[in-house]
Nanobody, 123 residues
Framework: QVQLIESGGGLVQAGASLTLSCVGV????????MGWFRQAPGKEREFVGV????????YYAHSVKGRFTISRDNAKNTLYLQMNSLKPEDTAVYFC????????????????WGQGTQVTVSA
């Protein structure tokens, strides 16, 4: 069974940092682009960032650029999201995804999804 398993979420104060991890199980994701999305209550799932399989190309949403860093360790089949200077508006469930088919920014184009991990940032 193919799974993406996120971890690392939690409750933090504004200005703090968190690192999310996403481990792939049952499939070698080392040749797939992988991305992070988030979804706040009552809102649509939104793009956070995407990284190419070789880590040579990384794109971020404007709202997180300069604060968040995406990285991956293909030997561990693991994707990371380092989040610094967190703001209350970053509060959401964060999802990792893999194997996009076309539009890296659209959640509809990703073939694999994790179950999500909650990040809550208090003011």
């Amino acid at each position: 069974q193919v799974q993406l398993i996120e971890s690392g979420g939690g409750l933090v104060q504004a200005g703090a940092s968190l690192t999310l991890s996403c481990v792939g199980v049952g499939h070698d994701f080392s040749r797939d682009p992988m991305g992070w999305f988030r979804q706040a209550p009552g809102k649509e799932r939104e793009f956070v960032g995407v990284i190419s399989w070789s880590s040579t190309t990384i794109y971020y949403a404007h709202s997180v650029k300069g604060r968040f860093t995406i990285s991956r360790d293909n030997a561990k089949n693991t994707l990371y999201l380092q989040m610094n200077s967190l703001k209350p508006e970053d509060t959401a469930v964060y999802f990792c995804a893999a194997d996009p088919d076309g539009d890296y920014y659209s959640p509809d184009d990703y073939g694999y999804w994790g179950q999500g991990t909650q990040v809550t940032v208090s003011a």
